[in-house]
């Protein structure tokens, strides 16, 4: 089973307007850490923000924000007033403290979703 | 404070060759970890080092193998390339492996396996 999916291959948005993009995650561990990363053309991952499962409230950061909903197991990205830079790759990654063993502080990542920004 | 930084950027092999890819992170942190990125996919986890240990292997064939050098810079080593390993390798450091201890990422090495 995919322990984290992103079910948005591509998503546009007008330059200035909000974009929400999906996440959903799978876990029986009660400690993990959720994370989004930007990847540009250039390649290089971007960390944008993490959420940790017994934070109370939704992680921001700046233009980023993350809509953390524990018992749906969904952390969307909220991007607000959107920018002509903030077109590239998005993944959503989670990270499960418990698990130990050989997956010891391994990040899991998501298939990514392209995001456009239109002017 | 510089990245992470990888080396070399692009590489070239041939099938049956063998290739290691290198990477110092950032000043401070003592975990390294390595992902490999096929073209169209999230990255997937090879190996996490802390304080020069092996802590961390992924479903990847013995043909891979690393390790973490005193002052935390790290080599991957791949050995009998096939061209399935055609990728984007990604290096990643972190303070620490814990839960909330983000990986800060290099700009990868592209290896094209021909």
């Known amino acids: 089973a995919q322990k984290i999916t992103q079910t948005q291959p591509g998503m546009f948005v007008q330059e200035k307007e909000a974009v929400t993009l999906d996440c959903t995650y799978d876990?029986?561990?009660?400690?993990?850490?959720l994370f989004w990363y930007k990847q540009p053309s250039s390649g290089e991952m971007i960390f944008l923000i993490y959420?940790?499962?017994?934070?109370?409230q939704n992680a921001t950061e700046g233009r980023y924000s993350l809509n953390f909903q524990k018992a749906r197991k969904s952390a969307n990205l909220v991007i607000s007033a959107s920018q002509l830079g903030d077109s590239a790759m998005y993944f959503c990654?989670?990270?499960?403290?418990?698990?130990?063993?050989?997956?010891?502080?391994?990040?899991?990542f998501g298939q990514g979703t392209i995001l456009t920004v239109h002017p | 404070d510089a990245g992470v930084t990888q080396s070399p950027t692009h590489l070239i092999k041939t099938r049956g060759q063998q290739v290691t890819l290198r990477c110092s992170p950032i000043?401070?942190?003592?975990?390294v970890s390595w992902y490999q990125q096929v073209l169209g996919q999230g990255p997937q986890f090879i190996f996490q080092?802390?304080?020069?240990?092996?802590?961390g292997r992924g479903n990847f064939p013995d043909r891979f193998s690393a390790r973490q050098f005193p002052n935390y810079s790290s080599e991957l080593n791949v050995n009998a390339l096939l061209l399935g390993d055609s990728a984007l390798y990604l290096c990643?450091?972190?303070?620490?492996?814990?839960?909330?201890?983000?990986?800060?990422f290099g700009n990868g090495t592209r290896l094209t396996v021909t």
């Open positions: 990643a450091s972190s303070l620490y492996p814990g839960q909330n201890s983000p990986l800060h």
């Open positions: 876990t029986s561990d009660p400690s993990y850490g």
């Open positions: 959420q940790g499962s017994y934070d109370q």
């Open positions: 990654a989670m990270r499960e403290m418990s698990a130990g063993g050989t997956s010891y502080g391994k990040l899991t």
């Open positions: 000043s401070g942190h003592k975990s």
């Open positions: 080092y802390y304080e020069k240990e092996e802590r």
